[in-house]
C-alpha cells in the first residue's frame, strides 16, 4: 500500500471514530481502583469509554455502574493522576479496525503497537471488542481433523480446526512450554496469541522462539501481570476481535490465550469495584456470565467463512480442579487437557494426564481401528497405574494376570513415546510413531 492509500485509510479511520458534540461531566470522587463522574448518567451506556484530560495526556476508563448520581469508571491506566473536579467525556465503545498489515506484530490490550515498528495500517470496518458470537444456527460444522505435533495430544485427545479446547494446569507444571509447542501447528492462515498477565520476560522468549518461524502470519497482543485489571480483562477481547476480522475473510485461524483464569482474576476486580457481591471464592455473578461469552466467540464461523480454532490455558488455583472458574470453563469448551503435577515430578513432559483429558470431537478424527486402539491403551495405562502401589509393595507376580503383565511391559514404553519438549521436531504421525516404539 502506498502512501496516499496509508493517508486514506488512516483519515477514514480518524473520522469514523471521531464525535461531532462531546458529552462531558465532573469528576466527584477518585479511588485507587477506580473514579466516579457526575452528569452523564443519561448519554453513556456500559461499556462505553471515558476520557480525562490529565497532565499533557487522556486517560481511558470504561464505564462499569450507571446510577442516578453519576457513573463508576474503571481506568485501563495502572494509576489515576486526575483529581475531583476534572472534566471527563464520552469516547464511545471500545473498537478495532484490523487490517492484514497487522501480521507480524505486537500490540497491547487498547489495540496500539509496542513494538517500535510504526503505527498500525487501520482497516476499513471497525469491529467491536465485545461483539456477540455467531448464531447457532448459522454456525458450520466442525470437521476437518488438526494435528498438532505432540503425540500424546495427537493419540488420546484429538482436535479439529474450529474446536475450543482448555490447558488445565497449576503453575510450573509446563503450561506455558505445552502452549508454545502447539504454536507450532501447521495447516493455519494467521496466528492470534493472547498473553495475559504473564512476566514481562516470556514476551520475548515467546516471540522470538516457538512462533518466531511463524512471526509473519501471527499477531500477539500483549497485557503484563503488571498492568491494570481493565488492561487484562482487555487483551482476551482485543484477540478474539482479531481472530474474528480473519476468520470473516475467510482465513483459518489459531487462537491461543495464556491464560482464561487471568482474565476471570480482572474480571472480578472489576465487577467488585462496581459493587457487586461476591458470591463464589471471591468471584462475581458477572464473571461466570463473562467466561461463556468470550469462549463462544470462537470456533466455527457461519458458513462461508474461516473458523477459529481456540487453544485456552487455565491456570489451577492450589491444584484444586473443582475451581469454580475451572469448572465453568470446562463445561464451554469441547475438550479439556488436564497437566498433573505427579506425571511432572516424575520427568515426563508434557505432563498430559492421558486418562483425565477428554476431546469431545475425537470420533471425527479417529478411523475405527485408532478408536479401539486408544481405547485399549486406555486400559491398559489405567491398569498400571491402579497397581502401582501394590507393585511397589512386591505384591505383584508375573505370569498370574496376563492383562497386568502386558501392562507392565508396554506402558513404560508408551511413555517413554510421549516424551517431547520444544527442542523436539514435531509429530508427523503419532500412531506410526507409537507402533515403531512398541516394535522395539
Known amino acids: 500500500m502506498d502512501a496516499l492509500e496509508r493517508l486514506e485509510a488512516t483519515i477514514a479511520g480518524g473520522l469514523s471514530s471521531s464525535q461531532m ?20 448518567s443519561q448519554f453513556v451506556q456500559l461499556g462505553d469509554r471515558i476520557g480525562i484530560d490529565a497532565k499533557g495526556r487522556v486517560q481511558v476508563g470504561e464505564v462499569v455502574r450507571i446510577d442516578d448520581d453519576g457513573v463508576t469508571v474503571k481506568p485501563f491506566d495502572g494509576r489515576i493522576d486526575a483529581s475531583v473536579g476534572h472534566r471527563a467525556y464520552r469516547m464511545g465503545n471500545m473498537g478495532l479496525s484490523p487490517h492484514p498489515g497487522w501480521k507480524g506484530r505486537v ?20 469491529m467491536s471488542s465485545d461483539a456477540e458470537p455467531p448464531s ?25 480446526q474450529g474446536q475450543r479446547i482448555g490447558i488445565f494446569a497449576g503453575s510450573g507444571v509446563g503450561k506455558s512450554t505445552l502452549l508454545s509447542m502447539l504454536a507450532r501447528c501447521e495447516g493455519f492462515d494467521t496466528i492470534v496469541v493472547a498473553l495475559v498477565g504473564e512476566r514481562g520476560r516470556e514476551v520475548r522468549e515467546f516471540l522470538e522462539g516457538p512462533i518466531e518461524q511463524n512471526r509473519g502470519r501471527s499477531v500477539m497482543v500483549v497485557s503484563t501481570g503488571d498492568e491494570s485489571p481493565m488492561m487484562r480483562r482487555q487483551a482476551p477481547k482485543t484477540a478474539l476481535c ?28 472489576v465487577a467488585l469495584a462496581a459493587g457487586e457481591p461476591a458470591v463464589a471464592r471471591g468471584y462475581t455473578p ?17 458458513n462461508g467463512t474461516g473458523s477459529i480454532t481456540g487453544i485456552f490455558s487455565v491456570l489451577i488455583d492450589g491444584d484444586d480442579h473443582n475451581d469454580p472458574v475451572a469448572d465453568n470453563i470446562r463445561g464451554t469448551l469441547d475438550g479439556h487437557i ?13 505432563a498430559i494426564n492421558v486418562l483425565g ?3 469431545r470431537l475425537a470420533d471425527n478424527v479417529w478411523t475405527p481401528e485408532q478408536k479401539e486402539l486408544v481405547r485399549r491403551l486406555r486400559g491398559m495405562i489405567a491398569r498400571f ?33 510421549l516424551r517431547q519438549d520444544p527442542s523436539t521436531p514435531p509429530s508427523t504421525d503419532a500412531f506410526m510413531e507409537l507402533a515403531q516404539v512398541l516394535r522395539q
Open 357 to 359: 483429558s477428554i476431546s
Open 242 to 269: 482479531i481472530a474474528e476480522y480473519f476468520r470473516d475473510i475467510g482465513e483459518s485461524v489459531l487462537l491461543i490465550v495464556d491464560s482464561v483464569t487471568r482474565f476471570a482474576h480482572a474480571a472480578r476486580d
Open 136 to 160: 447457532a444456527m448459522s454456525r458450520a460444522r466442525v470437521r476437518t481433523p488438526l494435528k498438532t505435533g505432540v503425540r500424546s495430544i495427537d493419540l488420546f485427545t484429538p482436535i479439529c
Open 385 to 417: 497405574e491402579d497397581t502401582r502401589d501394590l507393585r511397589l509393595m512386591g505384591g505383584y507376580h508375573h505370569g498370574n494376570d496376563p492383562e497386568l503383565d502386558q501392562a507392565v511391559v508396554l506402558v513404560p514404553k508408551i511413555y517413554d513415546a
Open 338 to 350: 488436564v497437566l498433573d503435577r505427579s506425571i511432572a515430578d516424575q520427568g515426563r513432559y508434557p
Open 286 to 302: 458477572s464473571v461466570f456470565s463473562d467466561l461463556p461469552r468470550l469462549l463462544e466467540r470462537a470456533g466455527p464461523g457461519e
Open 21 to 40: 458534540i462531546r458529552v462531558s461531566g465532573l469528576l466527584r470522587e477518585v479511588a485507587p481502583s477506580h473514579y466516579r463522574v457526575s452528569g452523564i
Open 107 to 126: 500490540i497491547n490490550a487498547m489495540g496500539e503497537p509496542i513494538d517500535d515498528l510504526g503505527p498500525l495500517m487501520p482497516g476499513s470496518r471497525l
